[in-house]
């Protein structure tokens, strides 16, 4: 069993997408065009926001997000280290200086504590993700207090499409948002996409210049930090085919993790708690003490699992010995403890179950 089945997706949905595709094919406008802009009106609307600007892929989005902000090189901005290093490398391309927050150990993301310690350094932007689908629950606070020290807030939603606050979609808290549509997220395409979702005009238009070589008009360049990130009709296409049923696969999604959480039951194994609204199950990450012979079990099985992430950003090669002196207890227990189970909406009843009995059958 594959921990996320595309086919099974694309086969759900072939004649939307064939539909899709089929139309910009006729138009013959392939980038930039009426597609892109009815996706960009539509996500706004499904999340309450007033711009959405779409790009490239979801690292552009931090970075162009960033810069648009005012992110210069040297800039010391916050981010969590557990999270892939999406937000770090949008960083160094910007020459700016990650200070590196901490998370909970139960919800996995940062909290309202840490960002004070970041506010507290001096830091120009703090980027909160929403790690795994959940939303985290402190982000209204943290946005209130980022804006009470003229601190930029940036909330990466690449793994939490759709999940809300109080009925509230995350994106919408902070300055700025930033989306990832790469093939296995929770709106996915069929191919790289990314957006800036935001409720400022400057930031917006920012946005849309820094996506196109920095233009304010056809060939007059005035932005530096551009480049070419655009989100082509093709993809726009399919991302208004998948969007109106993002509800319900995040309830698919919902329902079958909340049903790992109450049906595995092992002395060996911790499991995230069942959540509501705030949690959209992009991951579902249970922890283990000896999670690497629980993942060569279910290898026998033929159950795929993965580790989301390995290594604390702070400790990746690239960096050498430069964040030597950065210790992060819970990022670094997690780091050693965490494993993905498959999770996606048209997994069967039946192949959950399989999973369930998998993880409860193996004697370490
Ligand atoms: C939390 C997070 N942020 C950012 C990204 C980057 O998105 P992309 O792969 O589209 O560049 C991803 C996805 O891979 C992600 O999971």
Not at 39 to 65: R, V
Not at 99 to 111: E, P, Q, Y
Not at 299 to 307: P, T
Request: hydrophobic fraction near 45%; include cysteine; charged fraction near 20%.
């Amino acid at each position: 069993m594959l921990i996320n089945d595309l086919t099974a997706r694309i086969g759900a949905n072939e004649d939307a997408i064939r539909d899709a595709t089929n139309r910009v094919i006729a138009s013959g406008w392939l980038v930039l065009g009426p597609e892109v802009k009815r996706f960009e009106a539509a996500f706004a609307k499904y999340l309450g926001a007033a711009h959405c600007i779409s790009l490239a892929n979801g690292t552009d989005a931090i970075e162009l997000a960033l810069r648009a902000m005012g992110v210069e090189a040297g800039d010391r901005v916050a981010t969590v280290a557990n999270a892939g290093m999406y937000t770090t490398t949008a960083m160094l391309a910007i020459g700016a200086e990650p200070f590196f927050l901490d998370v909970d150990l139960a919800t996995r993301n940062t909290t309202l504590t840490e960002v004070d310690r970041a506010i507290a350094d001096g830091v120009k932007a703090v980027v909160v993700t929403h790690l795994y689908g959940l939303a985290n629950l402190e982000i209204r606070e943290i946005a209130q207090r980022c804006a009470q020290n003229g601190v930029r807030l940036l909330e990466d939603c690449a793994q939490a499409h759709g999940a809300r606050v109080a009925g509230q979609c995350v994106g919408t808290f902070g300055d700025a948002s930033s989306f990832s549509f790469y093939p296995t997220k929770n709106l996915g395409a069929l191919g790289d996409g990314g957006a800036v979702v935001t409720n400022s005009i400057e930031i917006a238009e920012k946005v849309a210049r820094l996506r196109q070589y920095g233009w304010t008009d056809k060939y007059r360049v005035e932005y530096a930090g551009a480049r070419n990130s655009r989100l082509d009709e093709m993809q726009a296409a399919i991302l208004l085919a998948f969007l109106p049923h993002l509800d319900a696969t995040n309830a698919r999604r919902r329902e079958i993790t909340a049903r790992y959480s109450t049906m595995i039951e092992h002395p060996d194994v911790s499991l995230p708690d069942p959540m509501g609204k705030e949690y959209v199950g992009h991951l579902y990450v249970l922890c283990s003490a000896q999670r690497d012979s629980l993942r060569g079990h279910l290898r026998a099985l033929d159950i795929a699992s993965d580790i989301h992430y390995p290594i604390p950003d702070y400790r990746q090669p690239v960096f050498a010995e430069r964040f030597a002196h950065v210790r992060l207890a819970n990022t670094e227990h997690l780091a050693a403890e965490i494993l993905t189970l498959p999770c996606y909406p048209e997994m069967t009843d039946v192949q959950v179950d399989e999973v369930i009995e998998g993880v409860n059958s193996w004697r370490p």
